[in-house]
Antibody, heavy 118, light 108 residues
């Protein structure tokens, strides 16, 4: 059974940093691209970043501030978030790519809440 | 960026009725690379449909997707109580990958 468990969310001041983690199990982690998708309170879904074995991709809204990385030996995905803004406040979901595409998100974690506020 | 517009914003229906949800793209979606997700309150999204019309593993056949180009539809043939939720479309044919704003299917 595929399981994705996010951690690392919390309250941070504007301009601060936070690192999110996503522990994966139930599949061969190194074989799949992995993603972060966020959802601001009461709003819709926004793709944030995708990391495959050799490539990384970012939404314009986070480019230069967020860094996606992965440790295939630990089956863990990370999102390093720097220079945080109030508009980054959201639930951050880790999602596995599937069905032969890096961009179809077939399994999701339960999310971790990031609140950026002074 | 491809903007996806979902309609209606809210659909009020009774169990057993048919639901038809629309997703319109601002420009053509490459290769019909469009997915549908379901999200219930307090839960993560769940993939229902990919490539516009292929059901994901374990998704009941009352869910079906259709469309191409700029117009796509998610149909739920007979609503079950567990189907009342918010539905999002997503295009993944062009960068950046974008989601629609969602359609809420509520109990009438």
């Amino acid at each position: 059974e595929v399981q994705l468990l996010e951690s690392g969310g919390g309250l941070v001041q504007p301009g601060g940093s936070l690192r999110l983690s996503c522990a994966a199990s139930g599949f061969t982690f190194s074989n799949y691209a992995m993603n972060w998708v966020r959802q601001a309170p009461g709003k819709g879904l926004e793709w944030v970043s995708t990391g495959s074995g050799t490539s990384t991709y970012y939404a314009d809204s986070v480019k230069g501030r967020f860094t996606i990385s992965r440790d295939n030996s630990e089956n863990t995905l990370y999102l390093q978030m720097n220079s945080l803004r109030t508009e980054d406040t959201a639930v951050y979901y880790c999602a596995k790519s599937g069905y032969g595409s890096a961009w179809i998100f077939d399994y999701w974690g339960q999310g971790t809440l990031v609140t950026v506020s002074s | 960026e491809i903007v996806l517009t979902q309609s209606p914003g809210t659909l009020s229906l009774s169990p057993g009725e048919r639901a038809t949800l629309s997703c319109r793209a601002g420009q053509s979606v490459v290769s019909s690379y469009l997915a549908w997700y379901q999200q219930k309150p307090g839960q993560a999204p769940r993939l229902l449909i990919y490539d516009a019309s292929s059901r994901a593993t374990g998704i009941p056949d009352r869910f079906s997707g259709s469309g191409s180009g700029t117009d796509f539809t998610l149909t739920i043939s007979r609503l079950e109580p567990e189907d009342f939720a918010v539905y999002y479309c997503q295009q993944y044919g062009s960068s950046p990958r974008t989601f629609g704003q969602g359609t809420k299917v509520e109990i009438k």
